[in-house]
């Protein structure tokens, strides 16, 4: 660890990023001339670091790249947009908002991504401002979809404990508001807002949590319900888990440190599993997450960005550390954590009747993408389905969709819906698959080094037959792709795992927990479909033949000895 993580960020070196964001007025930057400039459907790099913040990455669709360079045209630069809704609840209204704007500005599809967020491809500059208006008309934003700020706030979506989901997903509504960024930047610039005259120099406008530098890097906040731990609490910088006594919510326990990114080759860097730490009554949670995100913002490392995440405050200063600080600012004590259970991570798909009497549909979405095939009409059955709901659409965070809070009148057209385009709940699937989960990737990703949404599909299709030889197509296995090892979909936690090395190349990982509990192991490095397929095939005959009753195929993997046990992050490379 050197030095630098261990000084406050004003008297330590800082990236060029903190720079950027010290200079940019509390994320005005340029924007606004450079979103006015016709010449180029690109901006400037600082400002893209600041679009971020706004809830929007620049990026450049990379199945044209090289052509386009050969003919010497600029890269076909567009925008990805973010929209973010705590515990990924929306209206019908919203959700058929979404679909317009996809149709009118994106590339027509929508994607459901792992934190219960709506993403948007293909915007081009011209058309950002008219995106962003529309969304924000129908109350939903973008505002820290993306940037060093508080992300959007995750919560267990499923309804069927209406009672207790709903409360929980009142905190985690009150959380994600408490910490939104304070700066009237973004209304200035895409709403038209009055403008602040006020600057960093006279110090009138005032991010009172984040300060005009912000966080050093992203922060991830996520509510879990026991027994479903299907937000990853445990991948979470902060996690709050419900905890319920007869029937009542009294508190949560509180998790730390988690986190999945690494870089390939750099041990520096590695996946992280949060620590429980206490427990806390509900009302106190605000309080707590400001605390826990200043703490983050005061000691984090400001210096080296790989190395920014509050997983590494955490790990270079001990846990002890850590909640001492956390007392010391908040004047109060966490209890002892209380008992809880979690027993998996995965959707329940299908109609289930919640305790409030109203019907609740999960349907199994493809890697998140919703989009019209020539044999699928997913987005348009949607479409149909959200003019007559009266309910609403809840993303889960395994890139799945809730038609959620049906009445027992609506349930009957909305069933004849959901036949009429053959949504499914996934039920004709293998569990294996409904188990899934693959990052965006390319085309559009600039970071991905191989494919992972247009591939899984694909190799999954070669997976079942394996499966069904071996008798396993209704066994629940968790298995994730990412296109690169920034860990977008969560795989550091599957018990089967791909992440992207180069095209066509994957390590492949073992051994995470069936709940979401442990992080998985490096079994093979750099291999390709066919050695992936040879590995499976070895390794589910042993599981088919050798497992005992209820054990789980990541458990199942360590015992057999094809990887070893990961209990901390920081032997993930050891
Ligand atoms: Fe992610 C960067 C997509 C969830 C860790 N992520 C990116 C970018 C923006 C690429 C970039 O920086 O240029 C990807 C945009 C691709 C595209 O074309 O759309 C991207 N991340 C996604 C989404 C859409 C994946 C998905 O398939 O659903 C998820 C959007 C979440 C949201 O709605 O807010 C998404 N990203 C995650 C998660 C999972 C989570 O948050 O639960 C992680 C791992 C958890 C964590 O943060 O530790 C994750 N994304 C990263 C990282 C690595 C951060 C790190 O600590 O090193 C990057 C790269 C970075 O930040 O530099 C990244
Ligand atoms: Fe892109 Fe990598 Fe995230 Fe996949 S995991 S979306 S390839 S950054």
């Known amino acids: 660890m050197s030095d630098n993580n261990l000084v406050s960020p004003n008297s330590a070196p800082h990236s060029d990023v903190e720079d950027i964001k010290r200079r940019s007025n509390y994320l005005r930057g340029s924007l606004v001339e450079t979103l006015e400039d016709r010449i180029t459907g690109s901006i400037p790099e600082d400002d893209n670091r600041l679009m971020k913040f706004h809830g929007s990455y620049m990026q450049d669709d990379r199945d044209l790249r090289n052509e386009r360079h050969k003919q010497k045209l600029e890269p076909a630069y567009q925008f990805m947009l973010r929209v973010r809704a705590a515990g990924g609840v929306v209206t019908p209204e919203q959700w058929l908002m979404m679909d317009r704007v996809a149709q009118k500005y994106a590339n027509g599809t929508i994607r459901l991504t792992t934190r219960q967020s709506f993403q948007l491809h293909g915007v ?23 940037g060093d700020v508080n992300r959007n706030v995750m919560c267990n979506p499923n309804p069927y404990q209406s009672e207790i989901h709903s409360e929980v997903y009142e905190w985690a509504r009150k959380v994600s508001s408490h910490l939104d960024p304070r700066s009237r930047a973004y209304h200035e610039i895409w709403l038209d807002g009055e403008k602040v005259v006020d600057s960093l120099e006279d110090g009138a406008e005032q991010e009172p949590i984040y300060g005009p530098v912000y966080l050093p890097r992203k922060f991830k906040i996520g509510m879990a319900v026991p027994p479903s731990n299907d937000v990853d609490v445990y991948s979470q910088d902060l996690g709050f888990i419900a905890i ?28 992280q599993v949060a620590k429980v730490i206490g427990f806390c009554k509900p009302e106190q949670i605000i309080d707590l997450a400001e605390k826990t995100v200043m703490i983050q913002r005061d000691y984090g490392d400001r210096a080296v960005r790989k190395h920014a ?8 200063r001990g846990i002890d550390w850590f909640v001492n600080e956390l007392s010391n600012r908040l ?27 109203k019907w609740h549909f999960t349907l199994f979405i493809q890697n998140g993408r919703v989009k019209d095939d020539a044999d699928y009409l997913l987005m348009t059955g949607l479409r149909e389905i959200a003019q007559i709901h009266n309910g609403d659409f809840r993303l889960t965070a395994n890139q799945n969709l809730i038609i959620a809070n049906v009445s027992s ?60 030889e071996n ?15 920034n860990g977008c979909a969560r795989p550091m936690l599957a018990e089967i795992a791909f992440i992207g090395k180069a095209p066509g190349k994957y390590n492949m990982y073992l051994g995470g927990g069936f709940s979401g509990h442990r992080l998985n192991k490096l079994y093979k490095e750099n291999i390709g479909e066919t050695e992936i397929l040879d590995s499976l095939r070895q390794i589910m005959k042993q599981y088919a033949q050798e497992r005992e009753i209820g054990e789980r195929f990541g458990d199942y993997v360590i015992r057999a000895g094809y990887v070893k046990e990961v209990l901390d992050g920081q032997q993930f490379h050891a």
Not at 124 to 143: F, Y
Not at 245 to 271: A, Q
Not at 309 to 316: E, L, P
Request: aromatic letters at 8%.
């Open 409 to 468: 009148h609506k349930k009957k057209k909305i069933e004849e819906l959901i036949q009429r385009f053959g949504l499914t709940d996934g039920h004709h699937y293998s569990a294996l698959r409904r188990n899934a989960m693959a990052c965006v990737s390319l085309p559009t990703c600039g970071l991905a080094m191989a494919e992972s949404e247009r591939y899984l599909p694909t190799l999954l299709d070669k997976i079942d037959p394996i499966l069904e």
């Open 471 to 485: 008798g396993l197509s209704e066994e629940d296995i968790v298995i994730r792709m990412t296109g690169c090892p």
């Open 244 to 271: 319920v006594e007869d029937g009542k919510l009294i508190g949560f326990n509180v998790s730390v440190g988690g986190g999945m990114g690494m870089t390939h080759g750099d041990p520096l860097t590695y996946p």
């Open 331 to 357: 004047g109060w004590k966490l209890e002892e954590a209380k008992p809880f259970h979690f027993d998996h991570n995965g959707d329940r798909y299908g109609w289930v009747k919640g305790s409030n009497g």
């Open 309 to 316: 995440r509050f997983k590494y405050t955490i790990d270079d």
């Open 124 to 146: 081009l500059k011209w058309n950002m401002k008219s995106t962003i208006q529309e969304v924000n008309e129908s109350m939903l934003s973008t505002l820290a979809a993306c």
